[in-house]
């Protein structure tokens, strides 16, 4: 398992930006992929995006085009940096690390995102 701490999380206007990182406790050059999901009360968890080892990105439909996610294998860290924010992107947001296609997933504790006037 790798551990992984989430910082970065707020509470934001409708149409502002936040960014959030994941912070791991070793290496991530080689783990196989790395991501963000969150959760709202009483929904289900959701992929926000996802990053693989090669820098390949996948975003969830409902984020595409306002998120972006990046990896920085020199600092350990996965990134997401979240513009247009809207009041339903309002969520627990987690970060997940598979090290390769087979491994159980890591999850870090989570941050919280709220986007409020």
């Known amino acids: 398992q790798v551990h992984l701490v989430e910082s970065g999380g707020g509470l934001v206007q409708p149409g502002g930006s936040l960014r959030l990182s994941c912070a791991a406790s070793?290496?991530?050059?080689?783990?196989?992929?790395m991501g963000w999901y969150r959760q709202a009360p009483g929904k289900e968890r959701e992929l926000v995006a996802t990053?693989?080892?090669?820098?390949?990105?996948f975003y969830g439909s409902s984020v595409k085009g306002r998120f972006t996610i990046s990896r920085d294998n020199a600092k350990n860290t996965v990134n997401l940096q979240m513009n247009s924010l809207k009041p339903e992107d309002t969520a627990v947001y987690y970060c997940n690390a598979k090290r390769n296609y087979y491994d159980l997933p890591s999850w870090g504790q989570g941050t919280q995102v709220t986007v409020s006037s």
């Open positions: 070793e290496s991530i050059f080689s783990i196989y992929v």
């Open positions: 990053i693989t080892s090669g820098g390949n990105s």
